[in-house]
């Protein structure tokens, strides 16, 4: 099992800036892919952004490209998401996931890939 546990969220205008961070424990030696996904009210989840653990190669969804970095302290335990220039739509819950599994570049952000999901933390951007 792999516990995983989210802090940094909050509520900035548009155009701040957020780093939220995702604290790894438990079997994390079995982990391949960590990624942060959100959820706004209304909506399905979504991925964000991924991470793969053994060379920190990443991928994001194009609305957040430019915006977002995601990034991981491996001697931490601890991935990491800097969200830049946040727009009113970025606006959701994120969660950080992780999987054992291997992902593809076509079914990384669908959520039924990831075992273990943490509880998420709130990110409020106001116009």
């Known amino acids: 099992q792999v516990q995983l546990v989210e802090s940094g969220g909050g509520s900035v205008q548009a155009g701040g800036s957020l780093r939220l961070s995702c604290g790894a424990s438990?079997?994390?030696?079995?982990?391949?892919?960590m990624a942060w996904f959100r959820q706004a009210p209304g909506k399905e989840r979504e991925g964000v952004a991924i991470?793969?653990?053994?060379?920190?190669?990443?991928n994001y969804i194009d609305s957040v490209k430019g915006r977002f970095a995601i990034s991981q302290d491996s001697s931490k335990n601890t991935m990491y998401l800097q969200m830049n220039s946040l727009k009113p739509e970025d606006t959701a819950m994120y969660y950080c996931?992780?999987?054992?599994?291997?992902?593809?570049?076509?079914?990384?952000?669908?959520?039924?890939?990831?075992?273990?999901w943490g509880q998420g933390t709130q990110v409020t951007v106001s116009s």
């Open positions: 438990g079997n994390t030696y079995s982990v391949n892919y």
């Open positions: 991470i793969k653990r053994q060379d920190g190669g990443t």
């Open positions: 996931a992780a999987t054992p599994q291997r992902l593809t570049i076509s079914n990384w952000i669908r959520p039924t890939e990831y075992n273990y």
